[in-house]
């Protein structure tokens, strides 16, 4: 398949807003591909590299040489010098890096040099996300949803099950299943106003957990080989060697854990999210470990020995991590049909440091990579997941610092995003500092006052509500937003929608 193909579809996505119309197109795609060549489509049209890292940078990205004037690169030779660019390593690889990017880009033609620009630095927005790309294949191969979807969540990734479900068929697809070692989608949580309306949505008794203020991991052991992964399923064993030891001391030999790791100061309440984010990324972990230990809380059993607990009802997995794990490593619970004892928890997770509470079902498996109605996040202010789109320069006490930054959420549709407001409150001296060195390098463009940026950084914004305008794209815009924190653990993929603010807004 030619590169060229794959142009032409991209656009042909992007061109619509119709869900159906971009989910008949990729699927059509993905039929045409041959064999050798599922995987690879099915990541680009996703938006993404199959390797994880090149090497090659946004501005080398964008650097410009003449393109072809006819389309001759096919997607298996795209992959191929992909994969050269990321095994180049020592003295010499960057400019060995640039030569070879430099020959693909000239082999390229301008359509395809730009939006392979795009699939180097995460930007080809063209609403085909995920979720998009699940039912294109459940198009393309004729297989149930339900099957696709779920062998999607324990595979990790859509790439392998495409290739098995439009290789091999219904067994294949069948065959995927839970893997010590390897990570499945974790389980998400929705979203409630009250821990009274969350428990009315649930109905009877149900679980209450502290929602801690830390960092998603999923613990798998093997043996001596244990693996610590995060919610976006990058493998940071080596960084948080107190979590591996905890494991360790575990009285199993095969087990895959769900749970948050999190800095605490020495009155055991969390620090700051930032200084778990940074220890977590830290590349020198001993060093790390003595200025900031992390402490692991599981909250979830998925496996233990030769059995899968996935289908098995939430009290029953509870009740073996309760056996398997001590208290003092478990997340803080309580099982109540009481709004009123749910409440009083909720008051004092919170004066304990933490973000809030999660409500669970009893009775619910594990929905490996789904935002259900099983498990409910309640917390004590309004948070939505934005994208900083520019900041501004500030003034006054705030001169030579970027400090007013513009909120996004994401578009699926359109695989942009829509502006909902502007703040500059929130941020300490620290924080003003650290995003005008993070904000310049994330540039595009800029004018006399402001500065564009790729839509790369997250940030938590707390608000009091939203109001309709007309000043914005979206008709809506925040009251009151405040920055709480930068998520360096999540990627722009994963901020709120235009979609989940309208619901909060009532539309």
């Known amino acids: 398949m030619l590169l060229a193909d794959l142009v032409t579809t991209s656009a042909q996505v992007a061109a619509t807003r119709s869900r159906l119309a971009k989910v008949a197109a990729i699927a059509e795609a993905l039929q045409r591909a041959a064999p050798d060549e599922i995987e690879i489509v099915t990541s680009y049209l996703s938006g993404a590299l199959r390797q994880r890292r090149t090497g090659v940078g946004w501005r080398s990205a964008r650097a410009t040489v003449p393109p072809a004037e006819e389309p001759s690169l096919t997607v298996i030779e795209v992959d191929a010098a992909f994969a050269e660019l990321a095994e180049l390593s020592g003295p010499g690889s960057q400019t060995a890096r640039k030569q070879r990017l ?64 439009l290789t091999e068929g219904a067994d294949a697809v069948a065959r995927i299943g839970l893997v010590v070692g390897r990570p499945v989608r974790p389980m998400l949580a929705a979203s409630a106003k009250s821990v009274a309306e969350a428990m009315s949505g649930l109905g009877g008794a149900v679980a209450v957990e502290a929602k801690l203020d830390g960092i998603r991991i999923q613990v ?121 004892t749910a409440e009083q928890f909720a008051a004092t997770v919170l004066a304990a440091g933490h973000e809030g509470v999660v409500l669970k079902a009893l009775d619910a498996p594990y929905e490996a990579g789904r935002r259900g109605s099983s498990w409910v996040k309640v917390k004590p202010v309004h948070t939505l997941d934005l994208v900083v789109l520019a900041v501004e320069w500030g003034s006054g006490r705030r001169h030579g610092w970027l400090s007013n930054i513009h909120l996004g959420a994401r578009d699926p549709a359109s695989g942009g995003f829509v502006m909902l407001g502007k703040t500059f409150k929130g941020m300490t001296d620290a924080m003003l500092a650290w995003q005008t060195e993070r904000f310049l390098a994330l540039e595009d463009h800029r004018d006399d006052w402001t500065v564009y940026l790729r839509p790369e950084q997250v940030v938590e914004i707390a608000f009091d509500g939203l109001q309709r305008s007309t000043r914005y794209p979206g008709g809506l815009a925040l009251r009151f937003a405040r920055v709480l924190r930068y998520r360096d653990d999540k990627t722009a993929a994963e901020a709120d929608t235009i979609e989940t603010v309208r619901r909060f807004a009532g539309i």
Do not use: C, N
């Open 220 to 340: 798998h052991r093997d043996g001596d080989d244990i693996r610590v992964f995060t919610r976006s399923l990058d493998d940071v064993t080596d960084r948080l060697p107190d979590v591996v030891e905890a494991v360790a001391a575990l009285p199993a030999g095969r087990l895959i854990l769900d749970g948050e790791a999190l800095a605490l100061s020495a009155d055991g309440r969390p620090r700051p999210f930032q200084e778990t984010v940074a220890r977590s990324m830290s590349g020198d972990a001993e060093a790390s470990r003595g200025r900031t230990p992390m402490t692991p809380y599981f909250f979830d059993l998925l496996a233990l020995d030769d059995e899968e607990l996935l289908d098995l009802p939430a009290r029953d997995r509870v009740a073996r991590l309760a056996a398997l794990v001590p208290e003092p490593a478990r997340v803080a619970r309580i099982v109540t049909d009481d709004p009123a």
């Open 102 to 165: 430099d020959t693909l880009m000239g082999r390229a033609t301008a359509d395809e040099q730009r939006w392979l620009a795009g699939l180097i630095t995460g930007e080809t927005r063209q609403g085909a996300l995920d979720g998009v790309m699940v039912d294109a294949l459940v198009k393309a191969s004729g297989l149930p949803a339900s099957e696709v979807r779920r062998a999607v969540m324990l595979a990790g990734a859509t790439p392998p099950v495409a290739v098995a479900a």
